[in-house]
């Protein structure tokens, strides 16, 4: 006995936009587990590394965040200049690894739409992320 489903196929369109969306969330979360992810945290974290590139260029300015954190924490202010541009360092080799599978995987679907494989859009998965 041979049985049949009649299935019909999921459109291209909705499978492309499924996975660009699945990308984004996963390089998402790939992000959100090496950085705090609220609102205004992003600027906090461009202020305080700006602030560290003035310390380090020897800028006789004010330091409001390092010296907020300095004294939260019983540090110095090159203390926390130093972890801040240590920080942003790491964090910057990390976020591009990830941006870069994340654009690597989004051409590849987009590639793959364009010469309409669905098969090939599926494919994608699993994207080869960095370790977070």
Do not use: C, H
Not at 93 to 111: F, H, S
Not at 114 to 131: L, N, R
């Amino acid at each position: 006995m041979v049985r049949t489903w009649d299935v019909e196929p999921i459109p291209l369109d909705e499978l492309v936009a499924s996975a660009v969306a699945r990308i984004n969330m996963e390089a998402g979360e790939l992000r959100a587990r090496r950085i705090t992810v609220t609102v205004g945290q992003e600027g906090t974290y461009i202020a305080k590394q700006a602030e560290a590139d003035r310390y380090f260029a020897g800028d006789p300015g004010s330091y409001p965040y390092l010296d907020a954190e300095a004294a939260a924490v019983g540090s110095t202010r090159a203390e926390m200049a130093e972890l801040v541009r240590a920080t942003a360092e790491g964090w910057t080799a990390l976020n591009a690894a990830i941006e870069g599978a994340r654009r690597g995987a989004l051409v590849a679907v987009e590639r793959a739409a364009a010469a309409g494989d669905a098969v090939g859009v599926a494919g994608v998965f699993p994207v080869a992320w960095p370790p977070a």
